[in-house]
DNA sequence: TGCGGATATTTGCGTTAACAAAGGTCTACA
DNA sequence: TGTAGACCTTTGTTAACGCAAATATCCGCA
């Protein structure tokens, strides 16, 4: 038996293969409205946040882009008029990565066809119960890759203070020194 | 209720974290052995399949890199030894990618690492059933996003032709015209 | 045999992202 | 007050990838 066919390569394989297959058919709904994958997570991100805006590097922390990413996305975003930098009053050294109207409204308008494609090449293919234990599984393994996710759930110290759950969306406004949580592997 | 928190985008927000959580833990034991993901992706395909080598457009297929990414990548791997490139002796266009001793001992190497880090962050920390469950539910939306993938398993004429499925490496030994499927959506 | 369309690979060019370093700002502490 | 260290963002550099074009080869058909 060969050592390469092992079921844990496979496995891993098989999710790689159904996120990228998943990627790949969500791409022309998205790009159909100028948006690139990343624009797309960054708008939707900054969208869900409080005052549809967030600070340069809770957005690199949540989209696990590195900060220079970041800095060039809203590039981007701003030079489209999607997104707008906003000073932040308590600390200047921070700026706010802020949605525009023009950037609501791209938002609202790819929502409905995406929802359409999650819905008829994955949510829409599992039964209620399948799509409940297979979500259950996901946060299991989250939880072990990404253990700060989780955290700001209960515990109301600084020590949350590191990346925010990706669909939680509870950015500190502002404030305090932050604890940075150690990187805990290289980005991406 | 804001539209922006819809669970089916938090579904795939989890399912994304996830693999690129994944992918983040594995990379310090791949990168340790001198190999990006793309680097250990391609050599362990080529580990795989009959021969241990594949045609450039085939290993593109199942790598889901353009002809010329992987026309880049094999440069580099010939470059550090671990691939080599052979001409292909029924049709002069093609050139197989192979994978040399050198390769064959590096992928062995960081292997029982690598199955190691599978097991600690995803299959080991399910219950048989729910592992069972998991990929089923994987399998099933991996028939939607890439249909082709499953195909060569009962049909045998050449309509099956294209991207060989991810772990069944059955590719072509040579010979026939090749029906290329055309490509579902752009890849990645 | 010879021609035309299709296929396999490589190369040029533009885009994107990570890493490292720089510049400005904040907090703690003496 | 003043200094040290940490932090936030941006910019320069380098690497990787996709697209389009170029080149070589193959197959079908007259």
């Given at each position: 038996m060969n050592p390469l066919d092992d079921p844990r390569l496979t496995a891993m394989g098989l999710l790689a293969e159904v996120h990228a297959g998943l990627i790949a058919r969500m791409q022309p709904v998205l790009s159909a409205s100028g948006l690139s994958d990343i624009d797309f997570e960054t708008v939707l991100r900054l969208g869900r946040s409080p005052g549809q805006r967030l600070r340069m590097t809770d957005l690199a922390a949540q989209t696990g882009l590195s900060t220079s990413g970041v800095t060039r996305v809203v590039d981007r975003l701003e030079r489209d008029g999607l997104v707008e930098r906003v000073a932040c009053s308590s600390d200047r050294r921070a700026s706010y990565a802020a949605l525009t109207d023009a950037g609501r409204e791209r938002l609202e308008a790819v929502l409905p066809l995406h929802l359409r494609d999650i819905e008829s090449?994955?949510?829409?293919?599992?039964?209620d119960d399948e799509l409940t234990a297979f979500l259950a599984t996901l946060r299991k393994i989250r939880d072990v890759v990404r253990?700060?996710?989780?955290?700001g759930t209960a515990t109301a110290?600084?020590?949350?203070?590191g990346a925010a759950a990706a669909g939680a969306?509870?950015?500190?406004?502002g404030g305090g020194p932050h604890k940075q949580v150690p990187p805990q592997g290289p980005p991406r």
């Open positions: 090449c994955f949510t829409g293919l599992l039964s253990p700060c996710a989780t955290a110290g600084a020590a949350t203070a969306a509870t950015a500190r406004t």
